[in-house]
């Protein structure tokens, strides 16, 4: 089982950036996926989740409106959208599912 991350790196406030996660080694289609992130000197957090059809999505409050989680079980991929990011976004974002989790891809948002 391999997740792998990317799509980070620095933005200014108000930016945009779009992470994706190739996932292999499972049957991806029937799985949840998941994004967390950790930011600086805080513990790993929950920030987005998606069922394993794609048809049901949940977030953290903080990111609600503008943060959006996809899949596309065609390439064994997951997305994480992130709009209007905010200084506090800044963290290492993590996908995970089959209880399996990625390297992490840096997320800085700074001007």
């Known amino acids: 089982v391999q997740l792998v991350e990317s799509g980070g790196g620095l933005v200014q406030p108000g930016g945009s950036l779009r992470l994706s996660c190739a996932a292999s080694?499972?049957?991806?289609?029937?799985?949840?996926m998941n994004w967390y992130r950790q930011g600086p000197g805080k513990g790993r957090e929950l920030v987005a989740t998606?069922?394993?059809?794609?048809?049901?999505?949940n977030y953290r409050d903080s990111v609600k409106g503008r943060f959006t989680i996809s899949r596309d079980n065609a390439k064994n991929m997951v997305y994480l959208q992130m709009n209007s990011l905010k200084p506090e976004d800044t963290a290492v974002y993590y996908c995970?599912?089959?209880?399996?989790w990625g390297q992490g891809t840096q997320v800085t948002v700074s001007s």
């Open positions: 998606i069922t394993g059809t794609g048809d049901t999505t």
């Open positions: 995970s599912g089959f209880d399996a």
């Open positions: 080694g499972f049957n991806f289609r029937y799985y949840d």
